[in-house]
């Protein structure tokens, strides 16, 4: 049974480090924040002393090439979110106030552990408000090149199905099915890093990426091996990251999502692009509030009632 209730966090809590991407250091407060906020992105350190507000949502995103960004650059931007927004996902936060002073999430061990962890070491708060879903009423697809990702119908609950298919032997075709829930995320997601190639990096440092990438916060790749001396977490970490990373990125529909999520050599483009197709067509889903928890009653199914309210999400 899905959560009848919104959540946020008991308390807040820092954590710093520096931006994968940008090298630049940043210090990030995760606040509580009140029922029908959402994650919200507080950009402060901006010029002149200026603070932005950006909420975590698809229509807020400017780019994903590498990573997921939101904002833009010239009133305040905070990229490589997405492993963020999947321990807020995957542990059920649905409220938050995430303060960095820097254009980057920290990148941290290059998953999404540490956020798991200063979660729980402040623990979730349940609160009054009933939780609203996003229910997925009829197939969305994208494609892009040979990849594509879509967004299908269910009954309850959100799986996901992400198959990766690289040449280098390394890492070669995985899948991963996931019914997504805290336990699981835990267990099977929350500790995959992300990955890159070594001949890429000159490349990428030219374009401004990569310029804090190294062993500590990557799976480093190169001529078929792996560099990083304590080598994988898991068999097939490459897919179990980009896993994780549809989950951040499938955050940004605003709401949990009940449907089932395909994906076929996507990233962050084909994430964020399904979810813009999805809320392009008012058909194809729609918004469902939890029943009120009654006091010594089971809690009844949250998805068998008529839409909670017809404003799209976005």
């Known amino acids: 049974m899905m959560p009848a209730r919104q959540t946020t966090l008991?308390?807040?809590?820092?954590?710093?480090?520096?931006?994968?991407?940008?090298?630049?250091?940043?210090?990030?407060?995760?606040?509580?924040?009140?029922?029908?906020?959402?994650i919200v992105f507080l950009r402060t350190g901006l010029e002149g002393g200026r603070e932005r507000s950006i909420e975590a949502r698809w229509s807020q995103v400017t780019t994903t090439e590498l990573c997921t960004v939101i904002g833009d650059a010239s009133s305040g931007a905070v990229s490589t979110i997405e492993h963020l927004l999947a321990a807020f996902a995957g542990l059920g936060v649905d409220n938050a106030l995430v303060e960095v002073d820097?254009?980057?999430?920290?990148?941290?061990?290059?998953?999404?552990?540490?956020?798991?962890?200063?979660?729980?070491?402040?623990?979730i708060a349940e609160l009054s408000a009933p939780r609203r879903y996003i229910k997925v009423l009829k197939p969305?697809?994208?494609?892009?090149?040979?990849?594509?990702?879509?967004?299908?119908?269910?009954?309850?609950?959100?799986?996901?199905?992400?198959e990766i298919d690289?040449?280098?032997?390394?890492?070669?075709?995985?899948?991963?099915?996931?019914?997504?829930?805290?336990?699981?995320?835990?267990?099977?997601?929350?500790?995959?890093?992300?990955?890159?190639f070594v001949h890429?990096?000159?490349?990428?440092?030219?374009?401004?990426?990569?310029?804090?990438?190294?062993?500590?916060?990557?799976?480093?790749?190169?001529?078929?091996?792996?560099?990083n001396p304590e080598g994988l977490r898991f068999?097939?970490?490459?897919?179990?990251?980009?896993?994780?990373?549809?989950?951040?990125?499938?955050?940004l529909a605003g709401a949990p999502l009940i449907g089932t999520?395909?994906?076929?050599?996507?990233?962050?483009?084909?994430?964020v692009a399904v979810l813009e197709a999805l809320f392009s067509d008012r058909s194809a889903y729609e918004v469902v509030e939890a029943p009120k928890r009654r006091l010594g009653a089971r809690t009844e199914s949250a998805f068998a009632g008529a839409?909670?309210?017809?404003?799209?999400?976005n």
């Open 10 to 38: 008991k308390s807040q809590i820092a954590l710093a480090g520096a931006g994968v991407h940008s090298n630049a250091p940043a210090h990030l407060v995760l606040h509580p924040a009140e029922a029908n906020t959402g």
């Open 102 to 123: 820097g254009p980057e999430v920290p990148i941290m061990d290059g998953s999404s552990a540490a956020f798991v962890e200063a979660i729980d070491q402040v623990g």
């Open 140 to 162: 969305v697809r994208i494609e892009h090149g040979r990849a594509f990702s879509e967004l299908r119908p269910a009954n309850s609950g959100f799986r996901l199905e992400v």
């Open 166 to 196: 690289f040449a280098q032997g390394v890492i070669g075709r995985q899948k991963k099915v996931i019914d997504l829930d805290a336990k699981t995320f835990r267990r099977d997601i929350a500790r995959a890093r992300t990955f890159g």
């Open 200 to 227: 890429d990096v000159e490349r990428l440092w030219k374009a401004g990426f990569a310029l804090g990438a190294s062993l500590e916060n990557s799976i480093a790749l190169e001529e078929g091996r792996i560099l």
């Open 235 to 251: 068999s097939d970490e490459f897919v179990r990251h980009k896993t994780l990373d549809a989950v951040g990125d499938l955050a």
């Open 261 to 271: 999520y395909r994906s076929y050599c996507g990233g962050h483009r084909t994430n």
């Open 307 to 313: 839409p909670a309210f017809s404003a799209e999400i």
